[in-house]
């Protein structure tokens, strides 16, 4: 059995930053590539960010692209989301995800790993 844990989140003013953090536990073998993703109230689940086994690859929605910035320390079984400049719109439940596969996927469907979330407010 493997466990994703987020951590970071809270409340943060517009123009703020935030660090979200996902802690890789149990089956590690079965998690490689990593994502992040998020919904807000009233909406779907969207794709947010993934990054590769090794870290040379990573993917971004165009809402966050030059915001945030996805990382990873293999060492600490470790991915994080460096989040910048934070918009009203980036409030949501943030979801970290992992699937066996070297590359991440933007479907969430292809995720069979998931964390509990952690919320993310950002108010004026």
């Known amino acids: 059995q493997v466990t994703l844990v987020e951590s970071g989140g809270g409340k943060v003013q517009v123009g703020g930053s935030l660090r979200l953090s996902c802690v890789v536990s149990?089956?590690?073998?079965?998690?490689?590539?990593m994502a992040w993703f998020r919904q807000a109230p009233g909406k779907e689940r969207e794709f947010v960010s993934g990054i590769s086994y090794h870290g040379g690859y990573t993917d971004y929605a165009p809402s966050v692209k030059g915001r945030f910035i996805v990382s990873r320390d293999n060492a600490k079984y470790t991915a994080y989301l460096q989040m910048d400049s934070l918009k009203r719109e980036d409030t949501a439940v943030y979801y970290c995800a992992g699937h066996a596969r070297d590359y991440p996927s933007q479907s969430e469907q292809d995720y069979r790993t998931w964390g509990q979330g952690t919320l993310v407010t950002v108010s004026s």
């Open positions: 149990g089956y590690t073998d079965s998690v490689a590539a």
